[in-house]
């Protein structure tokens, strides 16, 4: 079993930025992908980002904007999110999953989500 927990969700203006964290624990060292999604009141979770292997994916409504990272010393993945715009407000969770990313993620492994809020 592995649990994740997220951290670094707040208040910020637009063009503002904000640093995303998530740990994993438990068993954790057989974690090869893992990734970001967002839900936002009234709409469906959708994927943001996503890393494995050091490759990486975005979607098209953050990239250039948005980078994920995984220091795998710490168990971590981080999420930097900069030029953000009030259309990025929402609860961003934290997914992992044992198989590799071929294009798809299905997390087996989900945090508990953290709040982000861009003010116009």
């Known amino acids: 079993q592995v649990q994740l927990v997220e951290s670094g969700g707040g208040l910020v203006q637009a063009g503002g930025s904000l640093r995303l964290s998530c740990v994993a624990s438990g068993n954790a060292f057989g974690i090869r992908t893992m990734g970001w999604y967002r839900q936002a009141p009234g709409k469906q979770r959708e994927l943001v980002a996503v890393?494995?292997?050091?490759?990486?994916d975005y979607a098209d409504s953050v990239k250039g904007r948005f980078d994920i990272s995984r220091d795998n010393t710490k168990n971590t993945v981080y999420l930097q999110m900069s030029s953000l715009e009030p259309e990025d407000t929402a609860t961003y969770y934290c997914?992992?999953?044992?198989?590799?990313?071929?294009?798809?993620?299905?997390?087996?492994?989900w945090g508990q989500g953290t709040q982000v809020t861009v003010s116009s």
């Open positions: 890393i494995a292997s050091g490759a990486m």
């Open positions: 997914a992992a999953d044992p198989k590799s990313y071929t294009g798809s993620f299905s997390p087996r492994y």
